[in-house]
C-alpha cells in the first residue's frame, strides 16, 4: 500500500510539474510572438535612435564639452516636446543640454525644430544667431555679440 | 558587439573568482556551476563599476588603467583562489527522476524565447525605453566622457529638473557599468555611439538572473525546484520585457535575489564569514543600482543580526557590513556629488503626515499594487497560479519548517512596505507616479519572493523503482585538501 501510494505520490508530483512547465513554455512563445509584433509596429518609439542620427553632425561645430542651451518650437509643456527635449540631451551627451536661460545664458545652443518655421529667428529672439544648419530640423547657435 | 562582449569577460571573471573565493560551499555538481557563475557575473559587473567610478572620481579612469587595474585584481584572485582552494568532492548530483530532462529542456526552450524576444526588440528598439535614455544611458554617457563631462551626471538642470526624468543622486552602478564599456571599447562621441552596451548589459543581468534563482534554488533544495522555479521566472512576461528596457530594475532585482539567496546559503552553512561579505557584498550593490537599494541593504542587516545565533551576531552583521563597504561608499559618493534634491520627497513633515492619514491614498495604493501583481503574466499561466499549483501537488513544508525560513522574507516584505510608504508621502501626482513605477517596484523582488516561496514548498518525493529513476553512479570521493591558512571561511 505504502508502495503504491509513493508511486500515486510521485506521479502526482511529476504530472503537477510538467503541467507548470508546458504552462510556463506556452506563455514564453506567446511573450515572444507579442514581443515581435510590437517590435516591428513601433520601431524606435521614443524616436532617441533617430536624434543620434539626427544630432551626429552637430558636433563638428561644437567645442568639445561646451554646456548647450537648447530651442525648439516643441514646448516642454508637452509632451511630444519632452520627448523631443530627451532624446536630444541623450544624443547629445556628454553635453550637458538645457533650456536656454536668458538669466544664465550659455555660450552655444543647439536648435531642434520638428515643424517648418523661421529658425533663426527663434535664435534670435533668445539672443542667438544661427552659426550652422546641419539639416533635419538641427540648428548650432552661438551668442550674438552685443 | 564582440568588443563590447570581450570587455564583459573581465568582469565575469572577476566576480566569479570572488564568489569561489567567499561562498564555495565545497560540494560541486553542475547547477553550483550554474549559480556560481550567474552570481559572479552580476558581482563581476557590480564591483566593475564601483572600481570605474572610484577611478573616475581620482581622474585616473583611462583605457590602459582600467585593463591594468582588473588585470591585476583578476591575477591576484585567482592566485589566492589557489591557494585557499580545497579539492571539493565531485559528487554526483542527487538522484532524479529521467523526467527532469523534461524540465531542462522547458526551461531552455523559455529562456531561448526571451533571448529571441530581447533580441527583436532591441534591432528596433536599440535605446531602450523611456528612462533608458533619460536617465541610466544618459548618465552613462556623461561618466564615460570623461573630466569635466563626467560632472553632468550629478548636474541640478539635468533632464531641465523635470520630475521623473532628473532624479540627481540617483545610484550609478547600471550607468557606470556602461561608461566602463565605452570607455573600454574607445566607443566616440562624435559620431553615433554604440548601443551595444547598454544592452548587452542588461541581458546579462537578465541571463544571470534566471540562472542565479535556478541554481540557488538547486542548491538548496534539488534541482527539480530549481528548474520549476526558473519556469515560473519565465512565465513572468513583465520581468521578461525589462531586459530590452535597459532599466536598473532588473539589476537590482539580481542584487535583491543575491542577496536573499546568499544569505540562505549562510545560513545553511552556520554563518561563515566569506558568506557573509558576499551577502553584504551583492546587498551593498543593490544599494549603488537604485535608491531602493539602501533601506534593503539596511533591512537585510537587522534580519541577520536577528537571525544570527547570539554569540555570532555582532561579528555576522560585522561581516555583511564590511562587505557592502564598495556599493556603500560608491553610493555616499553620488549622494554627496548630486547637485538638487529628489523631487517626489514632501518638503515638510506636515506635507507628508497630510498625505499619510487620507484613507484615499491607501486605496488607491493598494488597488495598483493588487492591479500590478495581477499583470506580471497572462492569466492562464499567470507565475502566482504556477506557484499555486505547485503548493497544492507537492504540499508546504510543516511550521516549525516555515518558520525557520520564513525570516528571508523580512528584507522583501520590509522593502515593499518602504515602497508604499513612498508612494504615500509622494508630491508627484499618485497616480503617474503608481502607472509609471508601481509594476517594476514589485519586479525588484519578485525573483526573491519566488526563491523564498519555493523553499516554503514540500521536496518532492523521490523514485523508488529503478525503472522511474534515473539511476547516477556515484563517483569514489576524492582526496580532501589541507585547507590552506588565512582562509576567508572557518
Not at chain 1, 130 to 142: E, H, M, Q, T, W
Amino acid at each position: 500500500m505504502s508502495q503504491s501510494n509513493s508511486r500515486v505520490g510521485f506521479g502526482r508530483v511529476w504530472a503537477g510539474a510538467l503541467a507548470v512547465a508546458a504552462l510556463s513554455v506556452l506563455a514564453a512563445l506567446n511573450f515572444y510572438s507579442h514581443a515581435s509584433k510590437l517590435a516591428a509596429d513601433q520601431p524606435d518609439p521614443y524616436g532617441a535612435s533617430s536624434a543620434q542620427e539626427r544630432f551626429a553632425p552637430a558636433f563638428a561645430h561644437l567645442p568639445k564639452d561646451a554646456p548647450l542651451g537648447y530651442i525648439s518650437d516643441l514646448p516642454l509643456d508637452q509632451k511630444a516636446g519632452v520627448t523631443a527635449f530627451l532624446a536630444a540631451q541623450y544624443a547629445l551627451a556628454p553635453h550637458a543640454v538645457a533650456p536656454v536661460d536668458p538669466r544664465v545664458p550659455t555660450e552655444w545652443a543647439v536648435g531642434n525644430f520638428a515643424l517648418a518655421g523661421d529658425y533663426p529667428a527663434s535664435g534670435a529672439r533668445l539672443g542667438y544667431m544661427v552659426v550652422a544648419d546641419v539639416g533635419k530640423g538641427v540648428l548650432i547657435f552661438r551668442r550674438s555679440p552685443k | 558587439m564582440i568588443a563590447t562582449i570581450g570587455t564583459l569577460l573581465p568582469a565575469i571573471v572577476l566576480g566569479w573568482l570572488i564568489v569561489r573565493l567567499f561562498g564555495d560551499e565545497g560540494n560541486r555538481t553542475w547547477l553550483t556551476w550554474v549559480f556560481q557563475i550567474s552570481l559572479g557575473a552580476g558581482v563581476g559587473l557590480g564591483l566593475t563599476s564601483c572600481v570605474y567610478f572610484a577611478m573616475l572620481l581620482a581622474g585616473v579612469a583611462s583605457r590602459a588603467a582600467l585593463f591594468a587595474v582588473e588585470l591585476i585584481a583578476i591575477a591576484a584572485l585567482a592566485m589566492l583562489l589557489r591557494k585557499q582552494r580545497t579539492v571539493a568532492d565531485e559528487v554526483a548530483p542527487p538522484q532524479s527522476s529521467s523526467w527532469i530532462w523534461a524540465l531542462r529542456i522547458a526551461a531552455g526552450v523559455g529562456v531561448v524565447c526571451i533571448s529571441l524576444s530581447f533580441s527583436e526588440s532591441t534591432a528596433t528598439n536599440p535605446n531602450g525605453e523611456w528612462d533608458a535614455f533619460s536617465i541610466w544611458n544618459v548618465r552613462a554617457k556623461y561618466l564615460a566622457g570623461g573630466s569635466p563631462a563626467w560632472r553632468n551626471a550629478f548636474g541640478g538642470n539635468l533632464a531641465a529638473g523635470m520630475t521623473g526624468a532628473a532624479h540627481p543622486g540617483y545610484p550609478l552602478l547600471l550607468s557606470a557599468s556602461i561608461a566602463r564599456v565605452w570607455t573600454l571599447t574607445g566607443a566616440p562621441f562624435d559620431s553615433t555611439t554604440s548601443d551595444a552596451a547598454p544592452a548587452a548589459i542588461s541581458l546579462l543581468f537578465a541571463l544571470a538572473a534566471y540562472g542565479l534563482l535556478a541554481g540557488a534554488l538547486a542548491s538548496a533544495v534539488g534541482e527539480m525546484f530549481g528548474w520549476l522555479a526558473l519556469l515560473v521566472l519565465i512565465a513572468t512576461e513583465a520581468f521578461a520585457t525589462q531586459a530590452a528596457s535597459q532599466y536598473a530594475d532588473l539589476p537590482l532585482a539580481f542584487f535583491i535575489l543575491a542577496t536573499i539567496a546568499v544569505a540562505a546559503a549562510a545560513e545553511r552553512a552556520g554563518w561563515p564569514p566569506g558568506l557573509l561579505a558576499l551577502t553584504g557584498l551583492v546587498a551593498g550593490l543593490a544599494a549603488f543600482t537604485k535608491n531602493e537599494g539602501l533601506p534593503f541593504l539596511l533591512l537585510t542587516a537587522i534580519v541577520i543580526l536577528w537571525r544570527a545565533p547570539k554569540s555570532k551576531r555582532m561579528i555576522a552583521v560585522g561581516w555583511l557590513l564590511l562587505g557592502a563597504v564598495p556599493g556603500v561608499i560608491a553610493t555616499l559618493a553620488v549622494k554627496m556629488l548630486a547637485q538638487g534634491t529628489e523631487a517626489v520627497f514632501p518638503k515638510s513633515a506636515a506635507q507628508a503626515l497630510h498625505q499619510i492619514v487620507d484613507p484615499s491614498r491607501w486605496m488607491q495604493i493598494l488597488g495598483s499594487f493588487t492591479r500590478h501583481f495581477g499583470e506580471l503574466g497572462v492569466w492562464w499561466a499567470h507565475p502566482l497560479l504556477l506557484i499555486v499549483v505547485l503548493a497544492v501537488v507537492f504540499g508546504v513544508v510543516s511550521k516549525d519548517d516555515a518558520r525557520s525560513r520564513v525570516w528571508l522574507a523580512l528584507p522583501v516584505a520590509g522593502l515593499l512596505a518602504a515602497d508604499f510608504a513612498l508612494y504615500l508621502v509622494t508630491t508627484a501626482e499618485l497616480s503617474w507616479h503608481l502607472s509609471t513605477s508601481n509594476g517594476r517596484v514589485i519586479l525588484q523582488v519578485w525573483p526573491a519572493m519566488i526563491f523564498v516561496a519555493f523553499l516554503m514548498l514540500r521536496r518532492p518525493p523521490e523514485p523508488e523503482e529503478p525503472e522511474l529513476a534515473g539511476v547516477l553512479a556515484r563517483k569514489p570521493p576524492g582526496p580532501k585538501a589541507k585547507r590552506a591558512k588565512g582562509s576567508a571561511r572557518e
